[in-house]
């Protein structure tokens, strides 16, 4: 299985456009911008998996809906501009010919949502968490420094070889060590966001 950030060269401000290749090609979340330009070189986009609904990670939902026709997926499809499948806690979902399991984890936004496969120990984090310990802004609309906390206890308890999150670069090494360290900062309320 191939993942790659196709958005990693993007000069406008976007959330990661993480593409997963094998069977088919899927994505997670669709970002803004100019990101367009390395998602429209794709010969096909199957699936698009939207992490929450934050203008730079979904500004590009319409485009490749109009471009590719894939299934889209999300939390809360209502918060989206194109038709889309609604994700549960605790659903499944193949991509690329990997199961995912869902994770709502709300904190940063109320529809955010987390994609763990236990096989590999794959996660995609979204904005839940950052590398260096970094967590998601609470001090936007829905955000929630407590209800952030819960959400990252959820996933701290899994065995993740890597994360993938919404910004930065996906972390292999030490990666529960990195998840546990989002978690002490997050709790302790300082106020960074």
């Known amino acids: ?30 970002g803004t911008g100019d990101s367009w330009e390395k998602v429209s070189e794709l010969s096909s986009v199957d ?27 999300a939390y809360n499809p ?51 968490v950052f590398p260096d310990g970094g967590f998601g802004r609470t001090d936007l609309a829905e955000g929630n420094r407590d209800v952030l906390i819960r959400s990252i206890k959820k996933i701290v308890e899994l065995d993740v070889k890597v994360f993938y999150p919404g910004h930065g670069d996906a972390v292999g090494k030490n990666a529960s060590n990195w998840l546990n360290s989002s978690l002490e900062e997050a709790m302790k309320h300082k106020s960074k966001y």
């Open 1 to 30: 299985m191939d993942i790659v950030n196709i958005s990693a060269d993007a000069q406008d401000f976007t959330g990661n456009v993480w593409k997963l290749e094998n069977e088919d090609t899927c994505l997670i979340d669709a």
């Open 47 to 73: 699936k698009v998996v939207v992490t929450h609904s934050h203008y730079d990670h979904v500004d590009n939902i319409a485009k490749v809906v109009n471009y590719f026709s894939p299934d889209v997926y």
């Open 78 to 128: 209502s918060n989206l501009e194109v038709d889309a499948e609604k994700l549960n806690e605790g659903d499944v979902i193949e991509l690329s010919g990997l199961e995912f399991k869902v994770f709502h984890t709300p904190g940063h936004k109320d529809d955010s949502l987390c994609l763990f496969n236990e096989e590999n120990g794959l996660l995609f984090a979204g904005d839940l």
